[in-house]
Structure formats: C-alpha cells, structure tokens
C-alpha cells in the first residue's frame, strides 16, 4: 500500500512561495498567527492524518455503516477521530476566539481539510459537516443557539448536518416541501422527508444537529418561501438531559464509494413532535444556506484534489517499483525490464494527474485567500476578493470534481490489472472520486450559476475583475524569457474565454435562455482550463525565478518538476479550449430543438 | 430497473441498412443463411438474454464468485447458461458445420455477443472464452486436439481460457517464462504461474481447458521463444475419465467490477505433473494466440459498446421518468416540474451516450464484416478487408473501451445521487466498464500497435486504403445536399490525419523511436474520433435517404434520432481532434526528457 498521499512540500510551495498566506496575520484578526503557527497547524495535521486517518482507509470502506436495530453503526474509528478533533480545536479552527475558535485563515483550514481528505475522505467529511453547520449558526442564529448547540459541535460530542435534498427536491430546491408550524412556545414543529443526508445518524456521537431547509407554513412558494431550521435528533431539556426529537432515520443508501460515511433518509414529525429551530429570519433560508453551500462547494474542491492526490501518488510509487517491458528501441529481451515510470505513456498520465492535482489546489487555496480577504480585508481589497471567490467557486468546485474523476482513473490504468484489484487503493479512490461532480450541486448545476449567474452579474463585474487578475499574471511571466511562451498561449487562451463570454452573453437575448445555458457545462469547462492555466503560470514564475537562484539539487529538482507539469498542462490540456470554443459559439440550440419521439426507437 | 438494454431497431439498421449483412450470403461459405435466418438468430438471442442473462446482472455482482475448499463457487445462474448455450449450439455458432458450426457469419455472432454482454457482461464471458479457446484449437491444433476438447467445449460441459499474463509478464509478453519440458510421450511438462486468468476455475463446468502461453527448454529469449500449449485442469485418460492435471488455482482476485466472472492466479506443475499438449509448431505460439488476441480485442470493443448500452437505456429512462425542475425562463414554482430528458444539459450527456454508443458498434460491426471477407472474400476484396481489420483492430477495442467509460460516467451523472446508489445499475455499470481499457492489452499497448506497427507496415499500405474507405463516404454523403456540410467536416478532421501521420512518421528518424511513439495514444484517440466520424456518415447517409422517403411516424423518428446523434458527435465530438493533432506535430519529447528525481519531492 502507498505510504504516501499528499506532497508537504508542494503545500508549503503553494501557501507560502506562491499565495504568501503569511501576509495574512498582518490582518488584525490573523494577527496572532505567523508561518511558526501555520507550520505547527500543518505538522500536527499531517500526523493526526498519518496516525488516525490514513490506517482506515481501506477498512472503513470494506465496513461500510450498518443500520441494524434503528442504530446506524459507524466503523469504531470514526469516534476516536472526532474527539480527536474537538480536543484539538480542529473543528472550529477557524472560528472566533470567543466561540473557542483559533481565527486561523481559511487557507490553512483548507490546507488542513486537504491534507485528511488526502488521507481518508469518508472520515474526515464527518468533522467538516459539523464545521459547515457550526458556522451557519455562528452567523445567523441566535445567542441561544450558539450557547446551546456549538459547544457540543465543536468538541466532537455531536454531529452537524445539511439537511436540503428531499425525494422531489434534489437539484430543484425552490421544490422543498418540508414543512414547519410555528407554536407559541416559539419553536416550529416540523413535517416532512430528507434524502441523501451525509452523517445524518451514527452511533459516534452522542446526538446530530440538522441544519435544514423548511417551508414555513403559508409561506410562498419556490425559493422566496424556504427558512433555515436548527432540528436536532435529541433535543436538550432545560436541564440538559436530551430527549428524543420524532427524528426518524428510514434507511442508509448502499453506494459506490465515499462508504465510510453514512448517507441517509430521514422523516421528520412522524409523530407530530418534532421541533425546529428558526435560524434568522423567516424565508431566507435558503440565502443563508448558499454561504454554507458555498464553502462546502469549495471543500468538495477540496476533497476532489485530495482524493486525486492519494491516487497520484499511489500510482507514482507503483510506476516507480513496478518493472515491465523495455524502451522502445531497445527490444533486446535478455536485458532486464524497466520500471514503467520510464515509459513515456506512463509519464503523461503521472504528469497529467500531478497538472490536476497541483492545479487544483493552486486554485482552491486562492479561493480560500479570497475568502480570507473577504473575511478581514477592507475596502477594494475585501470587494474584489468577494467578487472573485463567488464567480469561481462553481470552477473551483467542478475543475478538480471533473478532472479529478479522469486523473485517478489515469492513475488506476497505470496500475493495469492490478489498479483494478481490491488489493491496491486506486480502485477505491475511483469509486471515492466519483461523488464529486453530483454533491453540493452537480456540474451542469454549477455550469448554470457561472455562466447564467456569475459572469452576468452586475453587468460582468466579477468577470472583468478576473480578466484583470489572469492578464497581471500573464504580463508578469511574459518578462520572464523562459516563461514568455507560455504566457502567450494564455493570454491566447484569455481572448478566447473573453470574446466567447461577450459573443454567448449578446445572443443571449436572440436565442433566448433556453439556448444560451444549453452549453453551459462546456463554458465551465473552458473556463476550468484558462483558470488552472493562470494557476499554473502563477506556480512557474515563483519556480523559474528560485530556479534561478543557486538552490540545493533536492529543491531544484522539485522546481523542474513543477516546470515540467506546467509544460504538460499548456501543450496537452490548455489546447483542449480550442474545441469548447468553437462550439460555444455556435449558438444553434442541437439540444434544445429535439422532439422526445428521437429518443424512443 | 430499467427493462431495456439495446435497441433491436438499431442493430437491425446497422447489420442490414448500414452494412448489407446478407449480402454476406452470396458467399459459398454463408449460402445457407438468409435474412431470415440472421432475424432468427438475433430474436433467439434477445430471448435467451431476457430470459438468461439479464436478470442475473445485479445478482451476479453482489454475490461474486467464492474460493472455498478448493473450489471456485460462481453464481448458478452460469451453469444453466453455458448449458443452453451449448445446446443452441451458441459457443460454436462461427464454426463451420463439419465442427457442428452454423457457419454463422462474424456479424452476426458479434451481434449476438453484443446482445449478450449488454444484458450480463461477466456472464457472457464464460461463453466467449470457450468461444475464442475453441477456435484457436481448430485453427492450430491436431485433429486429436480437436477431437479431444472441442465436443466438451461447445456443449458447454468444459470452460476455454487464454493463459498469457504472468506476474512478471503482462503487457510485456516477451517476458513469458513458464516452462515446457519435452517428454518422450510427445506431451511435455510445465512450470510456471499464470495471473489474472478469467474464468480460469469454476463449479459450473466440469473441466478448463487453457490455451496457454509457455517457453520450451532451451527456447529463443523473447517473443520468438513462445510456444502455445492445450493445459487442461483435468486430463482426459484414454477411457475417457478425467485425471488431475497438476493444474492449482492459488486464488481469485477481488476486484472493482466484472465481478461475475472469477478471475484467478494459476500455478502449473508444483507437482512436477502438469502436462501440456502442444499446439500448431513450437515457438510460433505468439503468432497464433494474435488470432485470437485481435477476435478478442474486438470482443473487449464488443463488450464496451455492450455496457455503455445498458447503461445507456438505463439513464434514457430515469431522464423520461424523473420530474425536476424547471426549463431556463419558466422559473414559475407553482408549475409542475418537467422529465429532466427536458434539460438541455441531460440531452447532450443522451446524446454523447447514444454518439458514443451507436458509433462504436457501428465501427465493431464494419470490423466484423471485414472478418467475415477476410475468411470468405478472394483476391482485393480478402486483401482489403484484412489490411483495414487488422489497422482498425486497436481503434475498434480502444475507442468503445475509453469513450464507454465516459459515456457511462454520464449516464450515472444523470441520476445525480441515484447513479451513485446501488439501486440503480448504473454504478455497476460503471464498475464493469473500467475493466476494458485494461484488459486484452492496455489502451497505451493498443497506441503503439497502431502508430508504431499497423500504420508504417508496408509503408503504409493499409492505412491509404483506410483513407480512401472514408475519402468513398466523405463522397458519397458530400453529394446529398443535407449531409454535405457533415462530409466536408469529416474531410477536414481526414486530412489532419492524413498529415498527422505523414509528419509523425518522418520524423521517427530524426527523434528516435522513444519520441517518436511518446503521444502515440493521443494519436490513437484522433484516428478513433475520424474513424468513429466515419460511422456516424455512413449511418447519415442512410437515415438521410430514408427519410426522403416516405416513411411510417415511429420510423421517422428513429431516422431522425440518428440526425440528431450525427449532429452531436459532429459539433461537440470531432473537433476535439483539434487539440490532438496540435500536440502530435510537437515533437518536443517533453514526456521523455524528465529526470526520475523531478517526480521525488
């Protein structure tokens, strides 16, 4: 088994060579931090990834959760993690120093979400689903919530949930039916059914609290009507002791990877006494929510590189170790075998998995600055942060999703027959990889809000901060000698995102929206390749100018590496634009203008 | 569940309007069949699908094969199938009659094995095994040999196998060691380890015969040195019964999908009696076992186009059933939610699917005629069909193989979280597929056959008559007014090709052969899509000239559904040729010029 699954080096390269995350604790907020504590941060990471996490992978897997006697029974690591992570404040790491938080940047939360994703998805969603549902109710519940709930959330002893998806409300949540009737007690009692609700019920802690999507009664119907709810599965007397909630776990879904972590049905109010807890006001749940989705549509990012991390690196050590047939050229069959890593086809798909990978990082770890940015900057500093986190968020959750579900399968067919069989992980991060582009809003859901949503907003606002963001880049490696051919063909491949964005956007009114969103998955695509391709001029001009400096021959070998990758990206991915290009700008509607009869023979 | 897994319509449009399957019948060979005949055949096998096969594919895959005492315990399902196989004389249906054949013609078994492997994949393969097994037997082997094992084999009562891969030989099979002694009672006796052999050892025959790859006493290194051998597990004794052979089965892997069929580790002759029959001349046995490589890497093509089928139909009807919001424009949230086949986004992945689908097996089905010339056509027409079955042979098991994992990828996407549960088929669907473009030799060892071997032999030779094969098409539909459009862009992509390979092909010389073969598969993936751009032509022009005629409502339909596919595949498929060519005429080396060290950080 590869005893590896994330590169410490190529974390720190990207933090501090390429983001400079340490300019951060100049922000009042960060200030007691400095790169000591956000080495400490990454170390301490890494070892609870090594120690408790990486060890069951394959176990919790093979012995996904069961539902037996209305317990969902979770693998007996799972526990031991989580108190872990209270212990250690990693679940509110990055809260407010009164909420028992460590106001730690989002960069390095993110860094420390990447490196235990890295090591075990399954386990870690558990601690970052009650992170998700703590920081909803820092922000918008009452001091009575927080009181009541977080303490318990953040020190591990009880879960948080995001409870939206109902059976006819899946992508479509303006079709949430859940509902609530307000009481004079104050509280809602709450009817209805959730689906697909990750750690909704296990027997690792002690109680689970759903952040959930509800429809007041009376309340208009579609988007403008949806309230968020705090429903606990056992709600707290006043003195503390905990009763049962009429939270009613139906079933576990049987899935094809991502099986450590409990996936299930739930009904709520079955016996009319079910209570829930109004988060804010009445009907803005759902914008409540997006600032949850939004993070979490980062963490899958997040979890998409990770996964495809794990993978690369396990089939670098196997291509590494793995003798079989000669180069080309030399067929004589009595000199002994190569490794494969020797063969050129093998290379291509360990740099293409390694562009995905480092790419994709590169490009959620400035999301995560933007974040930040947004979080304490001020002024230009802090609207431009926002204005670009939120129009690549879709990007940065879809890019890594997509292309990390190609990469681990680059990196199961070096394997062969091998990467096939149980016996090697690569199989399982396929199937691991494969829920990325359908959670927290699918790909053609994300290619929807970037194309009809963000580029459009505000008269393309966002958009031209971005052209502005890439072209500094561009400009900044066209004088460097080596690099100034690369940063042409993005600049190349910018003009084309950009008059493709103008030409799809002005026939929007001819064609009607129906045809301007047909392709939109394709404009996600185009825009994923032109933003990994700026995120990978970023990492060559930091690697050319150390190059350049006289570095020990072990870091040198790393810059050429990234060189390397970075040469792969722009001759075999960025050219991949031309084709999405072309058709985006035809604007003949292929797949709207078909009748249901075509597809009946 | 969805109830269907192929169209019967479109392979009765490829066969007969596409192809002109009886037109086969003009032959000595096939004079017996008709068109009645070949309709027999395939309602046959649609029944024995429905009936057989079908219903078993979930069951087979969660209760996959066990090794227990010594023995491979499969699903019973298999027993009752080879047994009616054997007795509808399906294992043998090619063969000619004095082997109680049918004389079926190729295209017609393919199909068959198309309509098999679509209902059960890892059911199907027990047949085809025994299938590919027998016919190397009566290819090369002794009358004896033929008298001995074929009787068993295509009543089903003994399972066929093909031995090659050994621990430290896989893709590289001039590393093949396992030993043949020669003995004076004209058998010899073998040494040696086989791995990942399917349906190697089973419960439900009462023996296996391997056609076995080994290395006699003091042969040539290399692939000169391999000879081909009978092994069965039980040997027959002059009377009849049967004796251990020394033939140990050590285990059987555990694996992502296929997990139907048992595949297992072999070792021969710890013993010191395992005996082995020599097939055809020693050390020619390479060369034999190609025969039965290249049928069974079109099968690998047959079974890609199978599982993207069933996969296929299986997200067409959750697309038709499944209600979720609403069309781009009408955001209205008290209107009912429409089928998502409505979504634009959902068309175009039914499409790709169909594209991908109906593409390739129209690509199989031209292979398999070119089979059935090659075995009964005289003069240039025998000439040419062998010299473009054996260039397309790579493309055929490639394109289905690494396209089907996609086209699969895209069904489970439409089923959002669905696709991801085991309720539906399509994660075994996308399980299974993942096997093919390993197995039968990797897409990678498929690149270089074709660029390096197929494409330079004879300088040339079958690749121009390749060109010109398309170069008729491009003409004929250049001439029908609606498709003119469609032939022109095909003609463009032929020419990138054409000169792609001229370029590549002079500057083997000056890069060296390493270089040279570096992009070998891209370049594989750019002859797939111009290949599989040809199909959907050649299926233009006959659904153009149908629907010139008048025909019946429900057949229009049909005719136009392949339009719409053309169209796809033609807008959003083909260019991605593109980009490929782009980087094959860069013959930079990047892939091969990287120091170890790069990749250690």
């Not at 956000?38 to 012995?63: G, V």
């Not at 086809?345 to 990978?357: I, N």
Request: proline fraction near 5%; charged fraction near 20%; glycine fraction near 8%.
């Amino acid at each position: 088994m590869a005893d590896k699954f994330y590169s410490q080096r190529n974390l720190r390269f990207l933090l501090y060579e390429v983001l400079r995350a340490e300019s951060l604790t100049e922000y009042e907020y960060y200030s007691d931090h400095d790169s000591g504590t956000f080495d400490l941060t990454l170390e301490t990471a890494a070892r609870i990834a090594r120690e408790t996490l990486f060890p069951y992978l394959e176990a919790m897997d093979q012995n996904p959760p069961d539902y037996v006697d209305s317990v969902v029974k979770v693998h007996p690591a799972v526990k031991p993690f989580l108190q872990a992570c209270g212990e250690g404040g990693w679940i509110c790491a990055g809260s407010p120093y009164e909420l028992e938080g460590q106001q730690l940047p989002i960069m390095l939360t993110s860094a420390v979400r990447f490196i235990f994703m890295a090591a075990n998805y399954s386990a870690s969603a558990f601690l970052i689903l009650t992170s998700g549902a703590g920081r909803l109710i820092e922000s918008f519940g009452t001091e009575e919530l927080a009181e009541t709930y977080l303490p318990k959330m953040y020190s591990g002893h009880w879960q948080g949930t995001m409870a939206l998806t109902e059976p006819q409300a899946g992508s479509s949540l303006a079709d949430v039916k859940t509902q609530a009737v307000p009481t004079e007690e104050g509280y809602y009692l709450l009817k209805g059914e959730k689906i697909f609700i990750s750690a909704a019920d296990h027997d690792a802690v002690d109680n689970v609290v759903h952040l959930l999507l509800a429809r007041i009664e009376g309340a208009p119907a579609g988007v403008q009507g949806i309230s968020l709810f705090v429903v606990p599965k056992l709600r707290p007397r006043q003195d503390g002791s905990l009763e049962p909630n009429d939270v009613n776990t139906l079933g576990i879904y049987h899935k094809l990877g991502y099986r450590g972590s409990p996936i299930a049905q739930l009904s709520f109010g079955d016996r009319g006494d079910c209570r829930a807890y109004l988060v804010g006001e009445p009907h803005k749940g759902l914008s409540y929510m997006f600032q949850m989705m939004n993070e979490s549509r980062l963490e899958v990012g997040v979890g998409a590189a990770a996964i495809a991390s794990a993978a690369f690196y396990a089939s670098l050590q196997y291509a590494k170790e793995r003798p079989q047939g000669r180069k080309p050229g030399t067929k004589d069959p009595t000199l002994p075998q190569v490794p494969i890593i020797e063969h050129a086809d093998v290379r291509r798909m360990l740099l293409f998995q390694r562009a995905v990978v480092e790419g994709a990082l590169g490009l959620i770890l400035q999301c995560a600055k933007y974040a930040d940015l947004e979080r304490v900057g001020e002024g230009e500093v802090k609207e431009r942060a926002t204005l670009l986190l939120n129009l690549l968020t879709p990007v940065a959750k879809s890019y890594p999703s997509e292309m990390g579900v190609v990469s681990v399968s680059q990196g199961l067919q070096i394997l062969g027959g091998y990467g096939y069989c149980d016996e090697f992980p690569l199989q399982q991060h396929y199937r691991d990889m494969r829920i990325h582009p359908i959670h927290e809003g699918t790909t053609g859901i994300q290619a929807i809000t970037l194309l009809g949503r963000n580029v459009r907003a505000e008269k393309g606002r966002a958009f031209q901060v971005y052209l502005k963001e890439v072209e500094r880049a561009v400009a900044e490696a066209g004088d460097i000698p080596d690099l100034a051919p690369y940063a042409e063909r993005l600049e190349q491949a910018l003009v084309t995102l950009r008059d493709v964005t103008s030409k799809v956007l002005a026939s929007a009114g001819d064609v009607g929206e129906e045809v301007f969103l047909a392709d939109a998955t394709l404009y996600l695509e185009l825009f994923g390749l032109v933003t990994i391709g700026w995120q990978w001029l970023l990492q060559g001009i930091v690697a050319t100018r150390a190059l350049a400096e006289s570095v020990a021959e072990i870091e040198s070998a790393f810059y050429r590496g990234k060189w390397a990758t970075l040469r792969y990206f722009f001759h075999y991915e960025l050219p991949k634009t031309a084709p999405l290009a072309r058709r985006l700008c035809e604007t003949d509607g292929l797949t709207v203008r078909l009748e249901r009869a075509w597809f009946d023979d």
